[in-house]
């Protein structure tokens, strides 16, 4: 229900976007979160925004350089990436959850995951 896409490779200082899009049902009332997974790490909080874009909050580690939106008409939401760094590479993992959280275990859904490598 949830799918995400964008991720590839890109060297160091490069831009991606990530898109998460919904489908089988509208999550315009949820708040969108993007999250990562790097090889032997924990799953770590990147950034969340509000149903209504109002709310939004980033990680400190992608603060400046990460910017989230979503298009509620079209049941997406984006994860706009750049001055990437090689420790920003890792599976990337859109969810949804209904009140705004940084906490993972609190999201209901989630998409597959992409994987954004970036080279030094």
């Known amino acids: 229900q949830l799918q995400a896409s964008g991720g590839g490779l890109v060297q160091a200082g490069g831009s991606l976007r990530l898109s998460c899009a919904a489908s089988?049902?509208?999550?315009?009332?949820?708040?969108m979160g993007w999250f990562r997974q790097a090889p032997g790490k924990e799953r770590e909080f990147v950034s969340a925004?509000?149903?209504?874009?109002?709310?939004?909050y980033y990680a400190d580690s992608v603060k400046g350089r990460f910017t989230i939106s979503r298009d509620t008409a079209k049941n997406t939401a984006y994860l706009q990436m750049s001055s990437l760094k090689p420790e920003d590479t890792a599976v990337y993992y859109c969810?949804?959850?209904?009140?705004?959280?940084?906490?993972?275990?609190?999201?209901?859904?989630w998409g597959q995951g992409t994987l954004v490598t970036v080279s030094s």
């Open positions: 969810a949804v959850c209904t009140f705004f959280t940084t906490v993972a275990a609190s999201y209901d859904y």
């Open positions: 089988g049902r509208t999550f315009s009332r949820y708040t």
């Open positions: 925004i509000t149903w209504n874009g109002e709310g939004i």
